[in-house]
């Protein structure tokens, strides 16, 4: 029985070390946009140079203080790049399907949520499979 609680303290403490690099990143991402935006370039175009560098800055977070990278960390960064790829193609799609509801419609900020708290967990156990080749 220990071993279990202590095995779920540890990934409570993991996920809460994901949340954080997680937060950090994106204001970085959201600080990026808005000066890019701001002053250079046109939204689509500030969104995917922002975008990008929140995700670089995840992965550099995610690799120092989350997981223990198990191979080379070129290939890490790669699988973990169409990790958050495909996180950002399934937040999408949620909002896209919660929005047609007219709850959902009428809560914007509730419809994020959802979307975040399901993204959350998807990118947390896939980066988890890439960089240490366990999921749980």
């Known amino acids: 029985m220990q071993w279990n609680r202590e095995k779920l303290r540890g990934l409570f ?3 809460a070390r994901f949340a954080m690099t997680g937060a950090v990143a994106t204001t970085a991402d959201y600080v990026i946009y808005l000066v890019l935006v701001g002053r250079f370039f046109s939204p689509v ?7 990008s560098c929140g ?3 995840n992965f550099l977070l995610q690799k120092r203080f989350v997981f223990s990278l198990q191979g080379p960390a070129y ?3 790669i699988l ?11 937040s999408t799609g949620i909002i ?4 047609r509801m007219e709850f959902f419609s009428n809560y914007q900020f509730i419809t994020k ?3 975040t708290g399901v993204v959350f967990f998807y990118n947390f156990y ?5 960089f240490e080749r366990k999921f749980i």
């Open 80 to 90: 973990s790049l169409m990790v958050s790829m495909g996180g950002l193609a399934l």
């Open 126 to 130: 896939l980066k988890r499979y890439v």
């Open 96 to 99: 896209y399907g919660l929005t």
């Open 55 to 57: 995700m670089v800055i």
């Open 75 to 77: 290939r890490a960064f």
């Open 113 to 115: 949520l959802c979307a």
């Open 13 to 15: 403490q993991m996920k």
């Open 45 to 51: 175009v500030s969104n995917v140079i922002s975008y």
